[in-house]
């Protein structure tokens, strides 16, 4: 979700830059801050940018520039007046001689305003049009992190199947070797042994050892999260996924009682982790 954004243009005598920038985050979240005389077109702003960014910490900033040092500003007396009387008030409290007032008047708010607060509808399509082209740049920047992203994530899916399946040369010679070391563990004890009973045990115990459904189930998730990444939008149904496939991993080293298979569980579950990581960052 990250990304970066900007675009310039002129519009009613002024220079207009629009910058968009993002970080990771589960929801929404817009940081506007635009000229006042743009207050009144806010709710517009924020409407296309929910629409174009999403979800992410957005923070959007438009600047303007007066391009012509010769605009003519309007002169508000009356408030200048009445700041005036103000201070001088103030002054005259404070026992404060001073007679600097009038320079101190003249930057207080509203004093001098520009001639032309409000752009005209032809100069706002210009803002407007500013606005949306650095949205453009920002989604286009995005839409490439989200490529290398992909890559990295099915590399290390790609890594979790490659250890599934040695994880599967394993288990077919687990059971052979788990059913003769409890033979000859039983074979040290004095007595004749009930071949039956034996067997009927060595089932019910390799049952629980049997990891079968797991390697099938996560062979399955993977494969739905390689599919699931050339979907759009995908980021919460990506997370759902790699919950899923750490479940069968957990499943598979509880049940495996086999150094060699919980040797790629561990390696299993880094690549994993790193997953998840990355997930942080897809839309």
């Known amino acids: 979700m990250t990304g970066f954004g900007k675009a310039i243009t002129n519009a009613g005598g002024r220079k207009i830059s629009a910058e968009i920038r993002s970080l990771n985050s589960k929801q929404f979240d817009l940081n506007l801050r635009i000229p006042g005389n743009l207050r009144e077109k806010e709710n517009d702003i924020r409407s296309l940018i929910s629409k174009k960014c999403e979800r992410g910490k957005i923070d959007f900033f438009i600047s303007m520039e007066e391009e012509k040092t010769d605009r003519?500003?309007?002169?508000n007396k009356k408030l200048a007046k009445e700041y005036y009387r103000e201070l001088k008030s103030l002054a005259h409290e404070l026992k404060d001689n001073s007679n600097g007032l009038l320079p101190i008047v003249l930057k207080m708010p509203e004093v001098l305003k520009p001639e032309k607060l409000n752009f005209e509808e032809s100069e706002w399509k210009k803002v407007l049009a500013c606005i949306e082209k650095s949205l453009k740049e920002f989604n286009r920047y995005r839409e490439d992190e989200g490529k290398n992203l992909q890559q990295e994530l099915q590399s290390r899916i790609n890594l979790i199947l490659s250890n599934l399946k040695e994880i599967s040369q394993l288990d077919e010679k687990r059971v052979p070797f788990v059913k003769e070391k409890i033979r000859n563990s039983i074979s040290e004890i004095k007595g004749k042994i009930d071949e039956n009973r034996f067997e009927q045990e060595l089932i019910f115990y390799?049952?629980?050892?049997?990891?079968?459904?797991?390697?099938?189930?996560?062979?399955?998730?993977?494969?739905?999260?390689?599919?699931t990444m050339n979907?759009?939008?995908?980021?919460?149904?990506l997370n759902f996924i790699s919950q899923e496939i750490g479940?069968?991993?957990?499943?598979?080293?509880?049940k495996a009682n086999d150094a060699g298979i919980q040797k790629l569980v561990v390696q299993m579950k880094d690549e994993l982790e790193k997953i998840k990581e990355q997930l942080n960052n897809v839309l």
Do not use: A, M, Q, W
């Open 72 to 75: 003519v500003s309007f002169f």
């Open 206 to 227: 390799l049952e629980k050892l049997d990891i079968t459904e797991e390697k099938v189930r996560l062979k399955i998730h993977c494969d739905y999260f390689n599919l």
């Open 231 to 237: 979907e759009e939008n995908s980021g919460r149904k």
């Open 247 to 254: 479940r069968e991993i957990n499943t598979i080293g509880s």
